[in-house]
């Protein structure tokens, strides 16, 4: 049998299918853009690959994602219903998340962007925040990721809630569940972490109306996917002094186009979709790993739900 690799990037492709041929020997590894024999394919590793590609091949077993979501790969709509699709986690990926969460609520906690407008004018100005205890954070999303993170928050002393479709309960923090607990979650939230799937249900909830309900120079930090930011309305949050600043890791259109306004946005910080992203060696053994499962047992842990979209 055969995999096929499709990254979108040529070298980044080449990469993996060498580090895969190493850890896989016995399996042939392509270019999914140069797959020979169709009919012996039976495994895609890939990262948002083409519209149509995946049909290509009529004896896939499954669908690898080179990430945790699955968005990616879902929004072919001429992808096969019955293929199972496998997300690649695990602790490398989980505790570069937490890291990230952490850095960039302790960053806006803080208030590191004044401190450093102030250095950028040769000014000695001391700004005393209340301590961690006294700032409320909210989580949206609660998945396994995402409670690795919440977790972290409270152990740093932060006063923490999460949000989630299911309201799945984590220790230490205040949980919030559907529709009827957004509002009394967001009523409370000085800086918002969005680590939330892309769903239908999740697509533009960063949006003006979610805006409005946060205190006034609330934070944002979405980690999640760019699908679910309104990015009009976030300048427009921005500008107005309804939010007093954002770290965006994900963006609709990535990468983000040199002309784009987020760039030169004083209160936006960037990061290029990197909070959570593993080497490719780590990668490549994690996913090596669930095809051998996946072979065993025709089941594993990584299987997303296409229906809930995560």
Avoid at 34 to 59: H, K, M, T
Avoid at 71 to 100: A, C, F, S, W
Avoid at 173 to 192: N, R, S
Avoid at 220 to 246: F, Q
Wanted: charged letters at 25%; glycine letters at 10%; a negative charge.
């Amino acid at each position: 049998m055969s995999i096929v690799v499709y990254l979108g990037d040529a070298e980044e492709t080449r990469e993996w299918i060498g580090l895969l041929s190493r850890l896989m020997p016995d399996h042939e590894i392509r270019d999914f853009d140069d797959p020979g024999q169709l009919s012996a394919v039976e495994y895609a590793v890939v990262w948002a690959p083409p519209r149509g590609g995946i049909a290509r091949f009529p004896n896939l077993k499954a669908v690898v994602s080179v990430g945790a979501g699955v968005d990616h790969v879902l929004r072919d709509p001429n992808l096969p219903k019955h293929l199972p699709i496998l997300r690649t986690t695990g602790p490398d990926m989980v505790q570069r998340l937490r890291e990230y969460v952490a850095l960039h609520v302790l960053a806006h906690h803080r208030e590191l962007a004044t401190t450093d407008a102030s250095q950028a004018r040769g000014e000695w100005r001391q700004i005393v925040t209340p301590v961690a205890g006294r700032r409320r954070v909210g989580v949206m999303g609660l998945g396994n990721i995402a409670r690795a993170c919440a977790r972290t928050l409270v152990d740093l002393g932060f006063d923490t809630a999460g949000w989630s479709r299911s309201g799945r309960q984590v220790d230490g923090v205040t949980v919030f569940a559907g529709a009827d607990g957004l509002p009394a979650f967001l009523a409370q939230t000085e800086i918002l972490v969005c680590l939330l799937p892309l769903t239908p249900e999740t697509r533009d909830i960063l949006d003006s109306r979610l805006f409005a309900q946060l205190p006034k120079g609330a934070r944002l930090i979405n980690a999640g996917r760019g699908g679910h930011l309104v990015e009009d309305d976030l300048l427009a949050a921005l500008d107005s002094g309804r939010l007093g600043g954002a770290t965006l890791d994900v963006f609709r259109t990535e990468p983000l186009p040199a002309d784009h306004p987020f760039w030169g946005h004083p209160r936006i910080r960037i990061t290029p979709h990197i909070a959570s992203m593993i080497d490719a060696e780590t990668g490549a053994s994690v996913i090596a790993e669930n095809i051998r499962c996946f072979e065993r047992t025709g089941a594993s842990d990584a299987v997303a739900d296409p229906k809930r979209g995560y």
